[in-house]
T-cell receptor
C-alpha cells in the first residue's frame, strides 16, 4: 500500500544553518505531496504542497520539489531560525473520493541560537 | 475566520468507559476527517465524511470506534469501552471541496488510565 518514509529526528541545528529533511514515498500513480508542520502546543498546519511531478512547493523560506524519478519530496530551507523549531510531517494523498492523507512519522527539528 | 475547533482539548478517562469527542469544522466545508496521532502508530486516518455520502470508515481500528456527522456539520467520534491503547491525540480536519487542502483542528488529547 501507499506509504511515506521520513528521516528520523531529532534534527538539531544552529540558527542560520541549512536544513534538509528527507522524505520518500511509495504510491501508484501521481499522488499529491505535502509538508505539514506542528509547532509546540499547536495543531497541524499545511506548510507547502505540490500536485504534480517537478512542481516546487514553497512557503516561509521552505521549499520542496516533487521528484517522480526518485519518489522524493525533500524539505529544504537555506537559513533556519529558532522559530522553525517544530515537528515536520511529510504526507501524500491519492485523490479519489476520500483523498485521505497518509503521513510519515514526523521529524522533530530543534534550532538553537 | 474561525478554524476547526475540537472539544474537549484534554480528556482523562478510566479503562472501560465510553468517551465522545467533538469536532466543529470550518463553516461551509463539506468534507470532514478524523485522524489519530499516537506514539506507536504515528498519524493515521480513521474516518471520512463527505456531504450526504456514506462515510469511509476504512481506518477505524475496531468496532468500538464510531463516528457520526449531524446536519453535514458537527461530528462526534465515540470510543466505547476504552482501552489504554486508545490513548492518543485525536485530530479533526475539514476541507471545502475536492482536491483541496485539509485544515486541522488543535486535537483532543485522550488518556485512558
Amino acid at each position: 500500500g501507499d506509504s511515506v518514509t521520513q528521516m528520523e529526528g531529532p534534527v538539531t541545528l544552529s540558527e542560520e544553518a541549512f536544513l534538509t529533511i528527507n522524505c520518500t514515498y511509495t504510491a501508484t500513480g501521481y499522488p499529491s505531496l505535502f509538508w505539514y508542520v506542528q509547532y509546540p502546543g499547536e495543531g497541524l498546519q499545511l506548510l507547502l504542497k505540490a500536485t504534480k511531478a517537478d512542481d516546487k512547493g514553497s512557503n516561509k523560506g521552505f521549499e520542496a520539489t516533487y521528484r517522480k524519478e526518485t519518489t522524493s519530496f525533500h524539505l529544504e530551507k537555506g537559513s533556519v531560525q529558532v522559530s522553525d523549531s517544530a515537528v515536520y510531517f511529510c504526507a501524500l494523498s491519492r485523490g479519489g473520493n476520500t483523498d485521505k492523507l497518509i503521513f510519515g512519522t514526523g521529524t522533530r527539528l530543534q534550532v538553537f541560537p | 475566520g474561525a478554524g476547526v475547533s475540537q472539544s474537549p482539548s484534554n480528556k482523562v478517562t478510566e479503562k472501560g468507559k465510553d468517551v465522545e469527542l467533538r469536532c466543529d469544522p470550518i463553516s461551509g466545508h463539506t468534507a470532514l476527517y478524523w485522524y489519530r496521532q499516537s506514539l506507536g502508530q504515528g498519524l493515521e486516518f480513521l474516518i471520512y465524511f463527505q456531504g450526504n455520502s456514506a462515510p469511509d470508515k476504512s481506518g477505524l481500528p475496531s468496532d468500538r470506534f464510531s463516528a457520526e456527522r449531524t446536519g453535514g456539520s458537527v461530528s462526534t467520534l465515540t470510543i466505547q469501552r476504552t482501552q489504554q491503547e486508545d490513548s492518543a491525540v485525536y485530530l479533526c480536519a475539514s476541507r471545502p471541496g475536492i482536491q483541496e487542502t485539509q485544515y486541522f483542528g488543535p486535537g483532543t488529547r485522550l488518556l485512558v488510565l
